[in-house]
Structures are given as structure tokens and as C-alpha cells.
């Protein structure tokens, strides 16, 4: 009945972490919910994953402020900004659906294997 959430490395466009770990989430999880945010630090746009049981579903604008009114005010992060991170990027979107493998212990993800640049 709980959820995790969890940092899931780069959404850029060269992104392979990202869709690795949803394939493998999406593997153990009935509910998974991919989201990203830009990252100033890491000058990037970053993915995140937040998954659940049976009948998780990222809450919308109304749930979320029901939820956040309870604490102090955060200043940035307003419901209707949490209710829209999942929509993610066309691009994004794309790879979330058609890549992505699972990972185990055997074949684990190793970052420099594939022909995007390696940061």
C-alpha cells in the first residue's frame, strides 16, 4: 500500500537510464508513474519515478493541493505545477514506450555501452 519514489538519472535526449529503469519498475511495480524536472545544478532536464500498488495514479491538481495544504508553504512547487510533471516531452515519451530493458543482476545497467556521449 505504499509508494516509493526514486531519481532516475538524465531525461535529455541521450538519455539510458531512464528508460532501463522504467522497463524494469514497470516489471515489478502495478503502478508507475515517470516524471522529469529541470535540475539546475545538473544543467538538465532529470527523471524521476514515483510507483505504487494497484490503483496508483499521480494525483491531479485538486488531490494535490488537498495534500500540500497541509504543509508549509513550499513556494515552488504549486499543485497545478506537481499535477503536470508527468507529462513529459514528446521525445521522452517515445523512448519511455519503445526502449528500455530490464535490469538484473546478471545484466546490470552499465553506463558508455551504447553511442551517446557519456558525461
Do not use: I
Not at 541521450?14 to 532501463?20: Q, T
Not at 491538481?61 to 500540500?68: I, Q, S, V, Y
Request: aromatic content about 12%; hydrophobic content about 45%.
Amino acid at each position: 500500500g505504499g509508494l516509493a519514489a526514486l531519481q532516475s538519472g538524465s531525461a535529455g535526449p541521450w538519455c539510458r537510464l531512464l528508460p532501463d529503469l522504467n522497463c524494469t519498475l514497470r516489471a515489478v511495480f502495478p503502478g508507475v508513474a515517470a516524471y522529469a524536472a529541470y535540475v539546475p545544478s545538473f544543467m538538465d532536464l532529470y527523471g524521476f519515478h514515483l510507483v505504487g500498488g494497484e490503483g496508483f495514479a499521480w494525483p491531479g491538481a485538486g488531490l494535490m493541493a488537498d495534500r500540500l495544504q497541509a504543509l508549509p508553504p513550499l513556494g515552488w512547487l504549486a499543485p497545478e505545477f506537481a499535477a503536470g510533471l508527468p507529462y513529459l516531452p514528446g521525445y521522452l515519451q517515445t523512448r519511455l514506450a519503445q526502449e528500455g530493458r530490464v535490469l538484473t543482476d546478471a545484466a546490470p545497467f552499465r553506463p558508455g555501452t551504447g553511442s551517446e556521449p557519456v558525461f
